[in-house]
Nanobody, 121 residues
């Protein structure tokens, strides 16, 4: 499975961005897809996830009410709509996929390349 992330960029605080993650290859193996992020000098952390079957969604507390994860099954693509962005959201965002229902770092089977999100204050 290959994951191609896109959509990062520079935005002012309070603005919005939408990230995309297109999956290709043996996508039938993927059970859960999501996003992690890593800021300079910090560990990679979970942001949001969505189950491919059923569409259940999960969010880190710090993005609830601001970020929305969604999917387009026909395009094998997952999106992360990010609104009300803050300077603290600045990080490299990574798309991830798991063949299980669990989406924690040690259970991730596939990673996409990171996409930089920079929020200016």
């Amino acid at each position: 499975v290959q994951l191609q992330a896109s959509g990062g960029g520079l935005v002012q605080a309070g603005g919005s961005l939408r990230l995309s993650c297109a999956a290709s290859g043996r996508t039938s193996r993927v059970y859960t897809m999501g996003w992690f992020r890593q800021a300079p000098g910090k560990e990679r952390e979970f942001v949001a996830a969505i189950r491919r079957s059923g569409g259940s969604t999960f969010y880190a507390d710090f993005v609830k009410g601001r970020f929305t994860i969604s999917k387009d099954d026909a395009k094998n693509t997952v999106y992360l709509q990010m609104n009300s962005l803050k300077a603290g959201d600045t990080a490299v965002y990574y798309c991830a996929a798991s063949t299980s229902a669990v989406i924690i770092i040690r259970e991730i089977d596939y990673w996409g390349q990171g996409t930089q999100v920079t929020v200016s204050s």
